[in-house]
């Protein structure tokens, strides 16, 4: 990475939801070159001490918490005592989420529930807790992992393209309200982690470590929103542009390639 990009990572005090598999594993992998005091979040604490063993040469150091971000009592409580901990908090990644058939006939209300617990209540308490130690100090940066099925409602997918606009949107609001604060929101398309490689129909599928990288980069040019890869990037402004009949009619010849995936953490 460039040094412009290292500078901004280098003792960064960072916490990240949902780090124990996929995407927050990868990130704290890229990160921890930099020697950065990791506040790691997941309900599973065992494979985020085996990520902090395995990095355990990196110069950072691992704060380590079992933590259900559906819990607004157990977010706040673990916000605050990384706080502690670190001595403050620069950098919070909302990164939970799950994604769970919601199709019409396949609906099933635990889906639902576990979709709006995570991707929705669970990133708005991450979200809070943090900006409520971020807005006194006057600085922060607050980091929300959304997806490329934001772009409309994918047919069979619809609840998880419904919670990622929803972050999006959540955020966008925050940022007009705290211009002091750093908002990025990232809407990656297919990566290579456990939520979705229960679906056949991936495309332009990225690399853990090469989404990483990107995100890295995007956060530290302080960008507003990024959509990649780069072709999917071109879609997903094409569908939000479309007008309904036309979104319509593409998405129902293209049903299977939102087939939904397996859950993700």
């Known amino acids: 990475m460039s040094k412009r990009i290292a500078s901004y990572w280098r003792d960064k005090r960072v916490l990240i939801t949902g780090a124990s598999s996929g995407l927050g594993w990868a990130l704290t992998e890229a990160l921890a070159q930099f020697e950065v005091h990791f506040?790691?979040?997941?309900?599973?604490?065992?494979?985020?001490?085996?990520?902090?063993?395995?990095?355990?040469?990196?110069?950072?150091?691992?704060?380590?918490?079992?933590?259900?971000?559906?819990?607004?009592?157990?977010?706040?409580?673990a916000v605050k005592a990384f706080h502690r901990e670190a001595g403050g908090l620069d950098v919070v990644w909302v990164n939970s989420g799950v994604s769970l058939d919601s199709g019409f006939s396949t609906w099933r209300w635990a889906n639902f529930d576990a979709m709006i617990e995570t991707n929705i209540n669970g990133a708005v308490h991450t979200t809070q807790a943090a900006l409520e130690l971020m807005a006194p100090q006057g600085s922060?940066?607050?980091?929300?992992?959304?997806?490329?099925?934001?772009?409309?409602?994918?047919?069979?997918?619809?609840?998880?393209?419904?919670?990622?606009?929803a972050l999006e949107y959540f955020l966008l609001s925050k940022a007009v309200e705290l211009p002091q604060i750093q908002f990025t929101i990232i809407h990656p398309g297919f990566v290579d982690t456990p939520i979705n490689r229960g679906n056949p129909s991936r495309f332009w599928v990225q690399t853990p470590e090469r989404a990483?990288?990107?995100?890295?980069?995007?956060?530290?040019?302080?960008?507003?929103?990024?959509?990649?890869?780069?072709?999917?990037?071109?879609?997903?402004?094409?569908?939000?542009?479309?007008?309904?009949?036309?979104?319509?009619?593409?998405a129902r010849r293209t049903m299977n390639l939102s087939r939904p995936t397996r859950p993700g953490v």
Do not use: N
């Open 39 to 77: 506040g790691l979040l997941s309900r599973r604490a065992a494979p985020m001490q085996q990520l902090a063993d395995e990095l355990s040469k990196s110069g950072s150091q691992f704060w380590i918490r079992s933590c259900d971000v559906r819990d607004r009592e157990q977010v706040q409580s």
């Open 212 to 250: 990483a990288h990107i995100m890295l980069k995007a956060v530290a040019r302080k960008k507003k929103l990024i959509v990649f890869p780069g072709r999917m990037a071109l879609l997903f402004s094409l569908m939000r542009h479309l007008p309904i009949p036309a979104y319509q009619w593409v």
């Open 140 to 165: 922060g940066v607050v980091v929300g992992v959304g997806s490329a099925a934001a772009m409309r409602g994918l047919p069979g997918r619809g609840v998880y393209s419904l919670t990622k606009a």
